[in-house]
């Protein structure tokens, strides 16, 4: 029960980041593309940890803010266009999935199942980005293109609050 849970919170993140992206051309890719990553990071997490957690506490924090700040800015300079915003599945779903690898590392030394933990983490990171991803493109009727100004400036603050 406890890999389940473990897999199920560390997947909740992709919704934080996925609503606010209703322009994804390719929901079911960006999903499976989400899903897989939170299954490979955690399972790098578990079997090379002790050899990249050195690496990833120190570096990590500033990729992601990196990687958040970069799609921030580019939602943000293209928002004014009629044209969609195109921003690769692959970047997207290494930004969402990228902690994970490091969250897998302390649940190893906590001796959460491995198996159980990787698949639920991948479900559920499926499940979250995919629904999140809908609603997105629901939400888009409503607030128009003023969705992707509040994405970016959205996305530009997790990504100082990162490097805090």
Known sequence: MQGILAGILTS??????????????????????????????????FELGSYLVRFLLEWGQWISSILLFCIGMHLLLFSHRDEKVIISPILLAVTASLDTFSVSVSFGMLNVEKTIFILSAGVSALICAYGSLVIARRSQVFFGNKIQLIAGVIFIIMSILAIQ
Do not use: E, K, Q
């Open 12 to 45: 909740v993140d992709v919704i934080g980041l996925y609503v606010l992206l209703p322009n994804v051309r390719y929901r079911l890719l960006l999903s499976l593309w989400t899903a897989a990553l939170h299954m490979v990071f955690p399972l790098l997490g």
